[in-house]
């Protein structure tokens, strides 16, 4: 498993360990240790493949316990992959196909040129942790318990959480997560009347910040690759955040 890879599976076990005994119940949530690599998944929304999904597997020696734990949660699933490795090829003659393709980044910490916009930029911290949460919940189109369990990332070790703020009202969101010298930022979210004005450029430069201040030597993000050449808002945001594309993961699922 590469650098990028460790760190977002850092940043989802870790999400998955935030949630509060109710959230996890709620969402029947779990997660499948594979010694190094792991699986994770969302009973409550079975065909959600960003919460059902394999991360870090080198070869196919676990494929048939993955299939038999996420048959037995009923579950469909994709596995994360770099191209060219040699668990992609066991997929494929397996029957598996790519149903998603997403591009991973890096950068290092050094600051990159400011955004304007004219929204306020600011870290949440417990005081605004149920807005932020509310804000996200909003934008995945997902109704409650999702909001509690953003809102847990507000207050969390190794997390850093941040809004933009029109007035008072919290309009976009953002979050990073720090371990081991790396960052990760994702979760990122505007709501749909204030797009446009440069919320997630912002955040994400107030995540770079965090992270340099965290001790972080390297960020890591991801988002889905460009389609028929075509570069979508995310994927251009990144860029000009001054992230580098590194290369492309590849999502297999198992035949129907």
């Known amino acids: 498993m590469d650098d990028l890879e460790r760190i977002e599976l850092s940043a989802v076990l870790d999400f998955f360990a935030a949630a509060s005994p109710d959230v996890a119940d709620a969402f029947e949530l779990a997660v499948l240790d594979l010694g190094g690599a792991a699986a994770f998944s969302i009973g409550a929304h079975p065909k959600l493949l960003l919460f059902n999904r394999v991360l870090g597997m080198q070869d196919e020696t676990e494929v048939p316990k993955l299939e038999e734990w996420f048959g037995s949660r009923r579950c469909t699933f ?31 910490v050094e600051q990159s040129r400011e955004r304007e916009t004219s929204l306020r930029i600011e870290r949440v911290d417990r005081q605004r942790a149920e807005d932020y949460g509310t804000v996200v919940a909003t934008v995945f189109g997902m109704a409650s318990p999702l909001d509690r369990w953003f809102a847990a990332l507000c207050t969390r070790v190794g997390w850093a959480c941040f809004g933009a703020f029109d007035g008072d009202r919290l309009v976009g969101t953002g979050a990073a997560h720090f371990a081991g010298g790396f960052g990760w930022v994702g979760t990122a979210g505007t709501l749909p009347d204030a797009r446009g004005r440069g919320a997630q450029s912002a955040l994400l430069a107030a995540r770079i910040r ?42 297999w699922i198992p035949p129907a």
Not at 236 to 249: D, H, K, S
Request: net charge positive; charged share 30%; hydrophobic share 45%.
């Open 78 to 108: 994709a596995v994360s992959v770099r191209p060219g490795a040699d668990l992609e090829r066991a997929l494929v003659a397996r029957g598996y196909r790519q149903e998603r393709a997403f591009m991973k980044f890096r950068r290092g």
């Open 210 to 251: 965090a992270a340099a201040d965290a001790g972080a030597r390297v960020l890591a993000t991801e988002t889905v690759d460009r389609v028929d050449g075509a570069a979508g808002p995310s994927f251009r945001n990144v860029l000009r955040a001054g992230f580098e594309e590194a290369y492309i993961q590849r999502w």
